[in-house]
């Protein structure tokens, strides 16, 4: 670590000197402009100009990659944070088809991603996204309520044997990616641009690591909706024969899941230690949920009893993601003074 001497240049005015070679590497001259930015536990950070400026753009060289690597690339570049992201082929070549649909395809995952330019050789494709637009709690709780939401249709569809209602959960996925998708690329942003922190909602980027980790819990537990659904749909098989009172304790086990995966989720954007205290609770009283729901099951046939089976593990998987969101909210709310903590 590099130490400053501070030096004082009036009645109420203290100075240092910026290191030269950072002053190079960012352009930074006599008589031009730096923000300050105050941080926690007496952090003071300096921005220079450069760092309000747009992302630059990026090209993606596709003729040396298949299609899959084109759209894997345009999503990355995407989570990056890049404004504009150019795919081109060679000189004096052009685009493959798979090339031209791979773009249309990740255009149709991403939120805020359109085409607006397209020649033979190449296409350019654009983020409208404002960070300001969004909060990252915001974002999180969308997630949240969309996989509750794909929950509830999966398991309604596997107890009145409704594929309609099926599909529509499984049509909820790509909702649910859109919005993970777009929190993977504030939580970026923001840690590359300290200012966009506030922009999005934080005071600071302390917490960033630990909304990227519950944002993938939540993705995980849209996945296990989408597993339900999919059982819910299986059109090879005649509908799950299950007892009126077995399937309503699947539906009142849903109903925990869900509460405790909402309020962990609180406990996160709240800061709220109680809560967090609380999820772990609930998780306590539905933790032998599957295994009691299991033992009690009546006769049936083996493939039957592995789909149910199936649905308690998803379900169980779901409560379990939000304990480590617990957890995680945890350590939000102990990095601040609260009831049940004093920091000197």
């Not at 007892?243 to 009142?252: D, P, S």
């Amino acid at each position: 670590m590099e130490t400053r001497k501070v030096q004082r240049l009036g009645p109420s005015t203290l100075a240092m000197t910026l290191p030269a070679e950072w002053a190079k590497a960012h352009d930074v001259e006599k008589g031009d402009e730096v923000s300050l930015r105050m941080g926690g536990k007496g952090t003071l950070t300096v921005l220079p100009e450069s760092v309000h400026e747009e992302e630059a753009e990026a090209v993606i060289h596709a003729s040396n990659l298949d299609a899959d690597a084109v759209e894997r690339a345009i999503v990355a570049q995407y989570v990056l944070g890049r404004r504009i992201i150019h795919v081109e082929a060679e000189a004096d070549q052009t685009l493959e088809s798979a090339h031209i649909n791979a773009v249309y395809n990740a255009e149709t995952q991403l939120m805020g991603l359109g085409v607006i330019e397209e020649t033979p050789e190449s296409i350019a494709i654009r983020c409208s996204v404002d960070p300001e637009d969004f909060t990252l709690d915001n974002l999180l709780e969308r997630l949240e309520s969309t996989g509750s939401t794909m929950r509830n249709e999966a398991v309604k569809a596997l107890a009145h044997d409704n594929p309609d209602l099926a599909q529509r959960a499984l049509n909820r996925e790509r909702q649910a990616n859109k919005i993970f998708v777009l929190l993977l690329r504030l939580i970026f942003t923001a840690y590359q641009n300290p200012n966009l922190a506030r922009a999005v909602g934080l005071s600071d980027g302390f917490p960033l690591i630990g909304y990227r980790s519950i944002a993938k819990n939540l993705e995980l537990t849209a996945d296990n909706a989408e597993d339900i659904a999919e059982i819910a749909l299986d059109v090879d098989t005649e509908a799950i024969e299950m007892e009126a009172g077995t399937m309503r304790r699947v539906r009142e086990f849903t109903d925990e899941v869900n509460e405790i995966t909402e309020l962990a989720v609180e406990a996160a954007v709240e800061r709220d230690y109680d809560t967090a205290i609380e999820v772990r609770e609930r998780f306590g009283e539905v933790g032998d949920r599957e295994r009691e729901i299991l033992a009690d099951l009546p006769e049936m046939s083996n493939k039957h009893l592995l789909q149910v089976r199936e649905v308690l593990v998803s379900l169980q998987q779901t409560a379990q993601y939000a304990v480590r969101n617990a957890e995680i909210a945890t350590n939000l709310a102990l990095n601040e003074e609260s009831d049940h903590i004093s920091i000197d």
